[in-house]
């Protein structure tokens, strides 16, 4: 078999390959503790854009964290036998929408305030799921490569 025939016919089976990795069918959806990750890494975000005053980022990262607590409310009823799906929709898409209306007014310390809320909230929902050992806590620095400062105008 010449050369580029052998080329042509890995080329196809590696095309085939990846298109059976990115079909629905072999998508799995995230699991708990990823989303919580993601929603850790937003909430830091969140509170490094709060600190800057940054209202339109600050107002993106929490978007990203409703989506998150909406999405394991209505596809995650339940883990290690708590109403985990229940939890995020009673308890913590509220305290985000007290963040939310505070960094929409622009009124910053209702904004630090609401952002301890949320945290606190988290450790609460930790607590009632038997999982109190993972406590959220206000972080120090930055540890992302962004700058979360105001971009001029």
Same mark, same amino acid.
């Given at each position: 078999?010449?050369?580029? @025939?052998?080329?042509k016919? @890995?080329?196809?089976l590696l =095309?085939?390959?990846?298109?059976?990795?990115?079909? #629905?069918a072999?998508?799995?959806? #995230? =699991?708990? +503790?990823?989303l919580?990750?993601?929603?850790?890494?937003?909430?830091? %975000?969140?509170?490094l854009s709060?600190?800057a005053?940054n209202?339109?980022?600050a107002?993106?990262?929490?978007?990203?964290? $409703? $989506?998150t +607590?909406?999405y394991?409310g209505?596809?995650?009823? $339940?883990?290690?036998g708590?109403?985990v799906?229940?939890?995020?929709e009673?308890m913590?898409i509220? +305290?985000?929408?007290r963040? $939310?209306s505070?960094? %929409?007014?622009?009124?910053?310390?209702?904004?630090?305030?609401?952002?301890?809320?949320?945290?606190?909230?988290c450790?609460?929902?930790?607590?009632?799921?038997?999982?109190?050992?993972?406590?959220i806590? #206000?972080a120090?620095?930055?540890?992302?490569a962004?700058?979360?400062?105001?971009? #001029?105008?």
């Amino acid at each position: 078999m010449s050369e580029q @025939r052998k080329f042509k016919r @890995r080329s196809l089976l590696l =095309g085939a390959m990846l298109a059976l990795a990115a079909s #629905p069918a072999s998508a799995e959806a #995230p =699991g708990l +503790a990823t989303l919580m990750h993601n929603m850790q890494t937003h909430l830091h %975000k969140t509170q490094l854009s709060v600190a800057a005053r940054n209202a339109p980022l600050a107002y993106f990262y929490i978007h990203e964290l $409703e $989506e998150t +607590a909406a999405y394991i409310g209505a596809n995650i009823e $339940e883990y290690d036998g708590h109403p985990v799906g229940a939890l995020a929709e009673s308890m913590l898409i509220p +305290a985000l929408e007290r963040l $939310e209306s505070a960094v %929409k007014a622009e009124d910053w310390d209702a904004g630090e305030a609401r952002f301890a809320d949320a945290m606190k909230t988290c450790n609460a929902c930790h607590a009632l799921t038997d999982h109190a050992m993972v406590r959220i806590a #206000p972080a120090e620095g930055n540890p992302f490569a962004q700058d979360f400062s105001v971009t #001029p105008d």
